[in-house]
Every structure is written in C-alpha cells, then in structure tokens.
C-alpha cells in the first residue's frame, strides 16, 4: 500500500470511531433550515453521510483518473511498440540495402580482377610467342652464321688442302 492509502485509511478510521464515541449526539434531530422549509432530522447523521458521499466521490475520481491514466499509459506503449517496429524494419531495409551494395562492389571488384587476369594472361601470350618468334629468328640466324662459318672453314681447308698438294 502507498502512503495516500494509509492516510486514506487512517483518517476514515478516526473518523468510524469518532462517530461511535459520540454516537448519541449523532442521533439527536435538530431543527435544520433549507431556505423553504425546515425539517427535524440528527444533523450528526447528515454530516457523517456527507463526509462518506464526499469520500465515494473522491474514490470515484481517484479511480476514473487511474483509468484514464492506464488507458493513456496503454496508448503510449502500443505507439511505442509500433514505432520501435518501424524503426527495426527501416533498419533491417538499411541493413539489406547495404549488404546488397556490399555485393555488388565485391563482384565489381571480382569482375575487375578477373579481367586484369584475362589482359595480363593475354599479354604474357603475346609476350611468351614475339619471345618464342625472337629465339627462333636468333636461332636461325645463329645456325646460319654457324653453317656461313662452316662453309668457310671447309673452302679454307679445301684450299690449304689444295695448296699443299700442289
């Protein structure tokens, strides 16, 4: 219990054993005015019913405010419940959105580096035949040189073979 209630409690409780005490002087009718007329009724009794009608309305009023306050209360958390979802779905889309950005770089990036693979392989072919077209031509123009100086050598020991035999 919270301490309005007890207050509550406490003061409705003197109040219960205040008119139990003095419960003769409650019950003696008076004379009482109401503008019109007059009645005889226990004034001590219309008080303490007064006090208790006063005291349902304020209960009443406690209540009705609890509930408008539970009901606003209940507003709020469906409000905040829906927003938080919104705001989880634009995060997952913020998420999806990135992860799909993220791959296509990558495959930009795969796409860049496979074509750098194919150029550089295609050079290096190219590369590997004008090497292959070079070695050939220095090979034949080396076995030419080699065969020119053979030649030569034959005609030279020809000719000293034939210069001794003379």
Do not use: C
């Not at 194919?118 to 076995?143: H, P, Q, W, Y």
């Amino acid at each position: 219990m919270n301490i309005r209630t007890l207050l509550l409690l406490l003061v409705m409780s003197v109040i219960a054993i205040f008119a139990a005490i003095n419960w003769n002087a409650f019950i003696v009718p008076t004379t009482l005015s109401l503008i019109v007329t007059t009645i005889e009724a226990p004034l001590g009794l219309i008080m303490l019913g007064t006090a208790a009608l006063l005291a349902i309305v304020a209960l009443v009023f406690a209540a009705h405010l609890k509930t408008t306050m539970l009901v606003a209360s209940h507003n709020h958390s469906r409000e905040m419940h829906a927003l938080r979802k919104l705001a989880d779905q634009a995060e997952a889309s913020r998420l999806t959105d990135l992860q799909r950005f993220l791959e296509s770089e990558l495959q930009k990036q795969q796409d860049g580096r496979t074509e750098v693979k194919v150029a550089t392989m295609s050079r290096l072919d190219e590369i590997e035949r004008s090497l292959r077209t070079t070695v050939e031509e220095s090979g034949n123009s080396l076995a030419a040189y080699i065969g020119e100086l053979e030649d030569r050598l034959q005609r030279q020991g020809t000719e000293l073979g034939a210069g001794r035999a003379r």
